[in-house]
């Protein structure tokens, strides 16, 4: 092997910058479970793998002692600008990745977050609006049906509004968030907002720019909230299970565990476990009851009793029930409804993927009153959920 020279020095650090960026890419959250249902962009992430591991073989052999030292000193060229050009791509992409979850929020994008510190009307019930995957700038999504359902709950006197993600078609895209923004404050007067993580608000390395706007006072994406008698849990779920981890699973164990029986428990996240769905005919990915979730989210609520699950993901309405816990499935704030399902949930009770709208939820001591809404406010669907 020969002594490698300055130029191959460079080779090195240019293959290590490129591979270092990749491997930052690969732990972003979310990224790699975007990548697992959406092979597209799979075959895209793999296809750079290749290429830099392409570079490196080029380099291994650029350094070799072959018999013809022309060929190697093609090899040394071809390694050098394959991983120059290469190298400015990744760092391009870096910089394009990081650079908005680094600008400070502009003056007059200050929300109403829902805490431990909010006042509840002590009077009745305390009232809650869910809602899920409005989907700011996409251009599928229903404008009219959004902007209709926000102004509804605004005007309806809620304690809560809980909307469980996808805010933004695309995370990174900073202006989808202050579109959002601008919308709650005009229209919900005031009423307390909790914002959950979605998938496509992760996107791509999308956490940085949500957490600027949305749960800036909660260290994690997982967290709890206490309200009297009543406590609201949120997961972090964003796909599937992959981001409810050893540290997050052994949080929510704490968390339930903490909880007295006599009070009512509501469990948030953006993914579903049980849901009627569809086989997506581009991915062949099974949008319904997700297994990863089920086995090991679901099982760990309904061991403690949990009231409810609310979830979004899915654009459909839903009410489902496992053992003693109801799962509710509310991803029709204006993102395009979900119009094939080709399966539906054994756990189903009942189910509508034809309307927009909300659920409305009055938390009574023993007892949830559940009012599956559409976006005029015209009830849909009711039922009540005992005490477990």
């Known amino acids: ?42 075959s895209i992430f793999v296809g750079l ?4 591991l392409l570079i490196l073989i080029l380099f291994i052999l650029s350094i070799l002692k072959l018999k013809k030292e022309k060929i190697t000193k093609i090899f040394k060229l071809v390694s050098l600008i394959l991983s120059s050009i290469f190298t400015l791509i990744m760092l391009g992409s870096f910089i394009f990745l990081v650079s908005p979850g680094l600008s400070k929020v502009e003056s007059g994008y200050t929300l109403n977050e829902l805490g431990n510190n909010t006042l509840i009307n002590s009077e009745g019930p305390i009232s809650l609006a869910v809602a899920s995957d409005p989907h700011w700038g996409s251009e599928r999504s229903n404008k009219e049906a959004r902007q209709q359902i926000i102004k509804n709950i605004g005007s309806s006197n809620y304690d809560a509004f ?65 309200l009297e008698g009543l406590h609201i849990i949120t997961l972090n779920l964003l796909w599937d299970a992959e981001e409810f981890d050893k540290t997050q699973k052994q949080w929510l164990i704490e ?27 581009d991915t062949g990915k099974n949008w319904f009851d997700n297994p990863d979730v089920i086995e090991e989210v679901d099982s760990l609520i309904e061991k403690y009793n949990v009231e409810l699950m609310i979830s979004g993901h899915n654009h459909l309405m839903e009410l489902l029930k496992h053992e003693n816990t109801h799962y509710a499935v509310i991803g029709t704030m204006g993102g395009i409804l979900d119009s094939v399902s080709n399966y539906t ?22 007892y949830l009153e559940l009012t599956y809404k559409d976006q005029s406010g015209k009830d849909i669907y009711k039922a009540t959920l005992d005490n477990n």
Not at 199 to 211: E, M, P, R, S, Y
Not at 345 to 366: A, C, E, K, R
């Open 1 to 42: 092997m020969k002594k490698i020279k300055p130029a191959q020095i460079v080779n090195v650090v240019l293959i290590v910058v490129s591979t270092m960026v990749l491997l930052w890419m690969l732990n972003l959250m979310g990224f790699s479970a975007f990548c697992r249902w959406v092979p597209f962009y799979n």
């Open 49 to 52: 793998w290749l290429f830099d």
């Open 162 to 226: 809980l909307c469980l993600g996808d805010i933004s078609e695309m995370g990174s895209t900073e202006a989808n968030y202050k579109t959002a923004v601008k919308a709650f404050q005009e229209n919900l007067n005031e009423t307390p907002l909790h914002v959950v993580l979605g998938n496509h608000d992760a996107l791509i390395n999308g956490t940085g720019v949500f957490k600027k706007y949305f749960q800036k006072d909660k260290e994690n994406f997982y967290n709890r909230i206490d």
């Open 255 to 281: 968390q339930l565990e903490d909880i007295s029986q006599d009070d009512i428990t509501i469990v948030l996240s953006h993914c579903f476990g049980y849901s009627s769905g569809y086989l997506d005919q």
């Open 345 to 366: 949930s054994p756990q189903s009770i009942w189910m509508n993927n034809q309307t927009y709208g909300w659920l409305d939820i009055q938390v009574y001591q023993n």
